[in-house]
């Protein structure tokens, strides 16, 4: 019996496979949507708190980060977050936003997925979920896919399976293996939009478990205004994560713990509460945990009035630039992305397909292009989902 052949086999039903199936099964083509999972999307649904961010209404293609700049502006501006948001609003799902643009549902991540199964059944995409993928190969203009020891084939393959963030949701390098097999380069994978982890010359901080204020983070000439969270192990909340994905090993971070205070207001609150504690000028503006904190770090105590004008500006200056080595990153199990991945100068950047390897594509983390926090990384996957769609 000779295997079963379709026109395109997509590797992946994350959002970007979802995506590029779907609209390449309502173009006519005949898909097969393949993954190990039992079902598809499954980081679609814990995104967002259940809620998932499924795009940002800022998308542009400088909020992305790739060793070519320009590849993601192609497939960006071709779908648009408010193409998907017509999709979503056909389905009647009740969305949001939230803060800088975050489109989230009403209620469920679910609705995201079932809305993408509804769009694949209507393009009557063939599913295979929850079978092992054990060989991939491509010979006289096939590829041939063995999935539980049966084998497919097709003229044309996407690899849509993602990247090596939240392991234990099934992800793995899979994408880079066949990406390599088939001779295609893979830039340096790290992980992105996660934690960082502090050592024990910081472990003070790391006693701040729970406390979260708004900053801004640099690094570089990168800047990121929004929430800091220390935890047991170090720095969260989105600023941290935003900053991580430009972070690089053993360079520091600064924080400015008071982005709207002006440049000499501990001399203006000497002038105008001379008596009162420097403490309690800093608790005023930040938690009390945390000021306690960087008052024993600062190593200035007393009234205001007692202190020097020049000591004052010094502690200033620190808490504008306060500076943090995190010791690394809480790695893969907390990355919400992967950065790096199939380079970007083996892709076309309008179709998604590799330049030496005729039917071969490549879609979403899998692909050198990881977006900031907030949605940017969904509208990717859409984006670069449905150039490959069309193109199949």
Request: aromatic letters at 8%.
């Given at each position: 019996?000779?295997?079963?052949?379709?026109?395109?086999?997509?590797?992946?039903?994350?959002?970007?496979?979802?995506m590029a199936a779907l609209t390449?099964?309502?173009?006519?083509?005949?898909?097969?949507?393949?993954?190990?999972?039992?079902?598809?999307?499954?980081?679609?649904?814990?995104?967002?708190?259940?809620?998932?961010?499924?795009?940002?209404?800022?998308?542009?293609?400088?909020?992305y980060i790739s060793e070519n700049q320009h590849f993601a502006r192609s497939a960006l501006s071709r779908y648009t977050p408010s193409e998907f948001l017509d999709m979503v609003n056909r389905h009647g799902i009740a969305w949001h936003e939230k803060t800088l643009g975050q489109l989230f549902c009403d209620h469920s991540a679910r609705q995201i997925v079932e809305m993408l199964m509804a769009e694949c059944r209507e393009g009557n995409v063939a599913l295979s979920f929850g079978l092992p993928v054990s060989a991939v190969d491509?010979?006289?203009?096939?590829?041939?896919?063995?999935?539980?020891?049966?084998?497919?084939?097709?003229?044309?393959?996407?690899?849509?399976?993602?990247?090596?963030?939240?392991?234990?949701?099934?992800?793995?390098?899979?994408?880079?293996?066949?990406?390599?097999?088939?001779?295609?380069?893979?830039?340096?994978?790290?992980?992105?939009?996660?934690?960082?982890t502090l050592g024990e010359d910081e472990a003070l901080f790391r006693s701040l478990s729970g406390v979260s204020t708004e900053v801004v983070t640099r690094w570089g000439k990168t800047a990121f205004r929004e929430a800091a969270l220390f935890t047991h192990k170090g720095l969260s909340g989105p600023a941290m994560l935003q900053i991580s994905s430009y972070w690089q090993h053993r360079t520091a971070i600064t924080v400015a713990f008071l982005p709207d205070a002006a440049n000499d207001w501990l001399i203006e609150e000497k002038r105008a509460r001379p008596r009162s504690a420097l403490r309690t000028a800093l608790a005023r503006r930040l938690p009390e945990?945390?000021?306690?904190?960087?008052?024993?770090?600062?190593?200035?105590?007393?009234?205001?009035?007692?202190?020097?004008?020049?000591?004052?500006?010094?502690?200033?200056?620190?808490?504008?630039?306060?500076?943090?080595?995190?010791?690394?990153?809480?790695?893969?199990?907390?990355?919400?992305?992967?950065?790096?991945?199939?380079?970007?100068?083996?892709?076309?950047?309008?179709?998604?397909?590799?330049?030496?390897?005729?039917?071969?594509?490549?879609?979403?983390?899998?692909?050198?292009?990881?977006?900031?926090?907030?949605?940017?990384?969904?509208?990717?996957?859409?984006?670069?989902?449905?150039?490959?769609?069309?193109?199949l």
């Open positions: 019996m000779s295997a079963p052949q379709y026109d395109a086999i997509i590797l992946g039903a994350g959002a970007a496979g979802l390449a099964g309502q173009n006519g083509r005949r898909v097969l949507l393949v993954d190990h999972a039992d079902e598809p999307g499954k980081k679609i649904l814990i995104s967002g708190g259940g809620r998932c961010n499924f795009t940002n209404i800022h998308t542009a293609a400088d909020r491509h010979a006289d203009g096939m590829f041939r896919v063995t999935i539980d020891g049966r084998e497919v084939r097709a003229p044309s393959l996407v690899l849509a399976t993602g990247g090596l963030s939240i392991p234990k949701m099934g992800a793995t390098g899979f994408a880079f293996e066949i990406a390599r097999k088939f001779g295609l380069p893979v830039v340096q994978t790290r992980p992105a939009l996660v934690p960082f945990r945390l000021a306690d904190a960087l008052i024993e770090r600062i190593g200035l105590e007393g009234e205001l009035v007692t202190l020097r004008d020049a000591d004052l500006r010094k502690a200033q200056d620190r808490l504008a630039r306060w500076p943090f080595n995190p010791n690394g990153t809480e790695g893969y199990a907390k990355a919400e992305v992967t950065a790096g991945g199939i380079s970007t100068k083996a892709l076309n950047q309008k179709t998604m397909a590799a330049s030496k390897v005729a039917g071969l594509y490549a879609i979403g983390e899998a692909v050198d292009v990881t977006g900031w926090l907030g949605g940017y990384n969904f509208q990717w996957a859409w984006a670069s989902g449905r150039a490959a769609g069309l193109a």
